[in-house]
């Protein structure tokens, strides 16, 4: 009671600043327009199958999902940040153990050939959209309690820490997970001021030398052809990619028309999760599109904002890090959908119907939050010199 009292409070004075309150808003408008996609794509596939007594069904667990967020980024708002942090192993070690959970039989779940999955009953969940939060936190709760981060020890194991994880996710197999998380790792290294020569260094050969190889193998070869034009393979790897195309080329400046589209009527495969923007792209064309781009630059310049008011290190990391991986993940699914990028299998954070990552993505909101309430509770104190 007491933790909704102190929430309502923050609602009605100025410690829930401008910047969380408009990244709020933000949040509400892309949930409201997908939940609207989520519902209109869906209906299209259940009545091309006859099958109307599930017409409701995705609409529904989508927004069972929402509430469920919403609990969890409350908890994790209303939570003492340091004492987050400081708890961040346990969380990291059992979200590592249900990765294990996955390659179980009768627990873990197998779709589309991918072992993702942890299933209990009527309740399922991706453990590998959880460890986004996970472990660039046990990464902080490291490199603020070893203090020893630059050295090259120190450095090599939090390294073979970090890699479990990863390495877990690529057996499911999830290579577009992993990247993310590979890239975050990157892009946290800089922001600690890791020293370039033990990771840029490596990368950089190692990336080099991969390319090197991959040049030189059929397979990828054949896929990069693929990738650049997908009419080279419209029964098999390019038939996403093309239909895709076809439906944001189709919908012009203004779109169809909301309901409208026809590649969501079985032509183009993952509509309502994946490649849900391309339908949307169709409907509402160019201009809405654009709406959707503008929503995500906001997210980002108003998490970046709570970052930069952050008055310790560890509320700037963490809130820096999250808002990067939600406008990371925005771009790779967009890139997808556009032809920018390779097929990764990425949802739209917010928008795409996926109950694990809607959770997930929520919880990066809280925890977003929780750094901005921390910021007007400490208002007037000097920011965390960087």
């Keep these: 009671m007491s933790s909704y009292l102190r929430f309502s409070v923050d609602l009605q004075s100025k410690r829930f600043n401008r910047a969380s309150g408009s990244l709020l808003v933000c949040i509400a408008l892309l949930f409201s327009i997908g939940l609207l996609m989520v519902f209109n794509t869906t209906s299209a596939e259940v009545i091309e199958s006859f099958d109307q007594k599930k017409i409701h069904y995705c609409f529904i667990k989508q927004i069972i999902h929402a509430l469920a967020g919403v609990a969890l980024s409350y908890f994790v708002y209303t939570r003492d940040l340091e004492k987050f942090i400081r708890y961040t192993p346990i969380f990291f070690w059992g979200g ?4 294990v959970f996955v390659f179980v039989p009768k627990i873990g779940q197998q779709i589309n050939g991918a072992q993702r999955w942890i299933g209990l009953g009527f309740f399922s969940f991706q453990p590998s959209e959880f460890m986004k939060i996970f472990l660039p936190a046990y990464y902080l709760y490291f490199f603020t309690k070893e203090k020893k981060v630059f050295v090259l ?16 996710i690529l057996f499911e197999p999830d290579n577009g997970t992993a990247g993310i998380m590979l890239f975050t790792l990157v892009v946290m290294f800089y922001l600690t001021k890791v020293r370039w020569v033990y990771w840029g260094m490596p990368l950089t050969l190692m990336g080099s030398v991969g390319a090197m190889c991959a040049s030189r193998m059929y397979h990828v070869t054949q896929r990069i052809k693929v990738y650049l034009n997908p009419e080279l393979d419209l029964l098999g790897k390019g038939h996403q990619p093309y239909q895709a195309k076809v439906a944001a080329g189709s919908g012009g400046i203004m779109g169809r028309g909301l309901g409208e589209s026809l590649q969501k009527l ?7 999760s994946d490649y849900i923007a391309a339908i949307y792209a169709e409907e509402m064309g160019f201009v809405g599109v654009m709406f959707l781009i503008v929503l995500y630059m906001l997210i980002g310049y108003l998490g970046f904002k709570v970052a930069s008011d952050a008055k310790d290190k560890k509320g700037f990391y963490l809130a820096s890090i999250l808002t990067f991986m939600i406008c990371f993940q925005a771009f790779l ?3 997808v959908v556009s032809g920018l990028l390779p ?3 990425t949802n739209l954070p917010f928008f795409s ?15 977003i939050l929780n750094v901005g309430r921390k910021n007007e509770k400490t208002l007037g104190k000097p920011s965390y010199k960087r």
């Design 266 to 272: 079985n032509y183009l495969p993952e509509a309502r």
């Design 153 to 168: 020890k120190s450095f090599l194991k939090i390294l073979a820490i970090l890699s479990i994880p990863i390495s877990l």
């Design 96 to 99: 590592c153990l249900c990765l």
């Design 333 to 335: 699914n967009l890139g």
């Design 353 to 367: 119907q996926g109950g694990s990552s809607l959770i997930a993505n929520m919880m990066m909101i809280g925890l």
């Design 343 to 345: 097929s990764k299998g």
